[in-house]
């Protein structure tokens, strides 16, 4: 079944850091009444984009009798990965843009 493919704190650190980004946003640039309504629109934007993979995947589970079994491999378009090798591919482009977007936070805040 789609998103059984890690265990779920691969998962739940990849929105972690997505969340990361969306608070730094919001404490960085959350200035203005201008700043304030598109940060409105990307967080709630981010909300359906989390959303409807997690409630697909909940129906989904509702639908079929699939119990699911972590494997120390990762099938891929590619060929086969070892399940860390495949954890770091996923894990490495969210924590690489929280840790920019903290980065880029802290650098505009010291120019202002």
């Known amino acids: 079944m789609p998103g059984e493919e890690f265990p779920a704190s691969v998962y739940w650190t990849m929105i972690a850091a997505y969340l990361w980004v969306l608070l730094t946003a919001w404490l960085t640039f959350g200035i203005g009444i ?3 309504l598109n940060l409105g629109i990307v967080t709630a934007l981010a909300t359906i984009v989390f959303a ?3 409630l697909f995947h909940r129906m989904a589970q509702h639908r079929c009798d699939h119990h699911p079994e972590i ?3 990762v099938e891929i378009a590619t060929g086969t990965l070892s399940l860390s090798e495949a954890t770091v591919q996923v894990l490495i482009i969210p924590l690489s843009l929280a840790i920019a977007a903290t980065a880029f936070g802290a650098a505009f805040l010291m120019s202002h």
């Open 34 to 36: 201008e700043a304030d």
């Open 71 to 73: 494997t120390t491999r």
């Open 52 to 54: 409807l993979p997690f």
